[in-house]
């Protein structure tokens, strides 16, 4: 596994990946403006295909985990877990404090990867997300680095 930086030429897979695991995705565009803004996005390649991705914001003392993915068909394989070990060391090594980032309630098995990660729950932000019937809440979780 090779986790490197996302660029420009990984758009394309990226949102594809995107759409093909989230209900409500992210657009190109809001990767094209992570990228611009100088977010940590990383892709990671297994023989030459994205299997995976994350967007993180640095912010002060802590990174804030916009977005992670895995393709279904190399989820529960431990990409996310190496994935977000590498994201946590890169922000450890830049001084950050903590990761910080938010998860819909009804998604157990990220809620679980995430405790299994070592985050915890800290608070709820109401109607944070979009949901097929209203909004849904967020629980944010966070990990000291």
Not at 67 to 86: F, M, N
Request: charged share 25%.
């Amino acid at each position: 596994m090779n986790v490197a930086p996302m660029t420009d030429a990984d758009l394309a897979e990226v949102g594809a990946l995107e759409e093909r695991v989230q209900a409500f995705p992210w657009s190109s565009g809001n990767f094209r403006d992570a990228l611009a803004a100088g977010y940590d996005c990383r892709v990671v390649r297994e023989d030459g295909k994205l299997t995976a991705f994350a967007v993180a914001m640095r912010a002060v003392d802590e990174v804030h985990l916009l977005v992670i993915a895995v393709a279904p068909e190399r989820q529960r394989a431990g990409l996310g877990s190496r994935l977000l070990k590498s994201l946590c060391a890169e922000a450890r090594a830049a001084g950050m404090a903590r990761l910080l980032l938010e998860v819909r309630p009804s998604n157990a098995a990220a809620v679980a990867f995430y405790q299994h990660a070592g985050f915890a729950e800290i608070g709820r932000r109401r109607g944070y997300y979009p949901a097929h019937e209203g909004r849904e809440d967020a629980i944010v979780m966070a990990k000291p680095l």
